[in-house]
């Protein structure tokens, strides 16, 4: 299982980015796709999820900010932000929770993080 990430950059407070993360390989289904960020000695946070159903979760500090959707089609999920701040200064990873077929013909469940792409909001 692949996860490509991307569309971190620098953008200045008040404004938005948009970040993406496919995944590919040999997967029966992404049960919950999610985005976590690790600011500088911070500890990894959840950001926000999205479940296969249409639930969502998000982290009180974004809410009302940052929407998360995802394209089943694709096995994408997206993360716009919009009003960042400059304490959203972090790498985002994301991460998908998902199945797929064991060697001995069961379906397994498995995590997968994604490499990070930077987000710096800056005055």
């Known amino acids: 299982v692949q996860l490509q990430a991307y569309g971190g950059g620098l953008v200045q407070p008040g404004g938005s980015l948009r970040l993406s993360c496919a995944a590919s390989g040999s997967i029966v289904s992404i049960r919950v796709m999610g985005w976590y960020r690790q600011a500088p000695g911070n500890q990894r946070e959840l950001v926000a999820a999205?479940?296969?159903?249409?639930?969502?979760n998000y982290a009180d500090s974004v809410k009302g900010r940052f929407t998360i959707s995802r394209d089943n089609a694709k096995n994408t999920v997206y993360l716009l932000m919009d009003s960042l701040k400059p304490e959203d200064t972090a790498v985002y990873y994301c991460?998908?929770?998902?199945?797929?077929?064991?060697?001995?013909?069961?379906?397994?469940?498995?995590?997968?993080w994604g490499q990070g792409t930077q987000v710096t909001v800056f005055q």
């Open positions: 999205a479940t296969s159903g249409g639930s969502t």
């Open positions: 991460k998908a929770e998902y199945t797929y077929w064991g060697m001995d013909g069961k379906v397994r469940n498995a995590g997968y």
